[in-house]
Nanobody, 124 residues
Framework: QVQLVESGGGLVQAGGSLRLSCAAS????????KGWFRQAPGKEREFVAT????????YYADSVKGRFTISRDNTKNTVYLQMNSLKPEDTAVYYC?????????????????WGQGTQVTVSS
């Protein structure tokens, strides 16, 4: 059974920080690209960031560039999303995803595996 499990979401004031984690189990994901997406109520799922299998390559949505950092620890089969300077418009359910390829992009259709999501709420 392949599983991605997110954690670290919660309620934070604008300007605050959160770190999301996504732990993979059931399969070795160290060779897979990983991504973070988010979905606010009534909106489509939106790309946030992606990281290559080794961690050497990252790519961010313009809306989070300079505030969010994606990283991974392949020894722990875990990918992280450090979120700083949070804004109310960052409020959403955040999902991690895995792509069997070593590098991936910004489209949800590129990712084969998904977590169940974790809620992030930023109050003004």
């Amino acid at each position: 059974q392949v599983q991605l499990v997110e954690s670290g979401g919660g309620l934070v004031q604008a300007g605050g920080s959160l770190r999301l984690s996504c732990a993979a189990s059931g399969r070795t994901f160290s060779s897979y690209a990983k991504g973070w997406f988010r979905q606010a109520p009534g909106k489509e799922r939106e790309f946030v960031a992606t990281i290559s299998w080794s961690g050497s390559s990252t790519y961010y949505a313009d809306s989070v560039k300079g505030r969010f950092t994606i990283s991974r620890d392949n020894t722990k089969n875990t990918v992280y999303l450090q979120m700083n300077s949070l804004k109310p418009e960052d409020t959403a359910v955040y999902y991690c995803a895995a792509d069997r390829r070593r590098y991936s992009g910004s489209r949800p259709s590129e990712y084969e595996y998904w977590g169940q999501g974790t809620q992030v709420t930023v109050s003004s």
